[in-house]
């Protein structure tokens, strides 16, 4: 039997995304749609029907970061891998649009270098979870952690004496203080001669 036959007709005034179909194209397999925006394109129905072609290129850019000059920058970098993880999910005008993103967390008293985080870990980035902070807050709340486990597991050290050692030194401390006894040993340090 094979492929049914390519009908135009069978598509015209459906709505796909932003684009409605208006009419029959010269080109083979394609149908002639419009925007929202009303521009005019030719395109196979079968892109339409996939979502691949949600609207135009001028409608679609003005959801990108690319139109605010934000390219690269922390927030929108964030915007982009928060978009892309499955669980938690993103608040879909967020996820949509990245202008109403960027208002929105203009409005927490953000900027372009700003980092966020979740409030409540279970819920997905949303309006009233989400938080700014900066990395010497962050820096602050993690040395308290490793201060907190140290002294619990009976080597009692401040935030302040593990600030002044390198990351890889606090890792192999908090390493030796966790691991059984004998199965690590604390490296020393070495000594300028």
Known sequence: MGRPRFN????LG????QWTVIGTSEKRYHVRVRCTCGRERE???SLLRSGKYKSC???DANHRPNRYGDYRKPLCVQWGYMRKKKKPE??????DDYGIFREAMFALG???????RRIDPDLPFQPGNVCLYDREKMREERLNRIA??????GNPRTAEQLASLTRERRYQLLLWAVSLPGEHK???RRTER
């Open 43 to 45: 395109i196979t129905p």
């Open 57 to 59: 290129c001028y409608c």
């Open 148 to 153: 907190e486990c140290l002294t619990m597991l």
């Open 8 to 11: 135009p007709a069978d598509y």
């Open 186 to 188: 604390l490296p020393r």
């Open 90 to 95: 993103m608040w879909g005008p967020w996820k």
């Open 14 to 17: 459906k709505v796909f995304g």
């Open 110 to 116: 953000a900027t372009l270098q700003s980092r966020l």
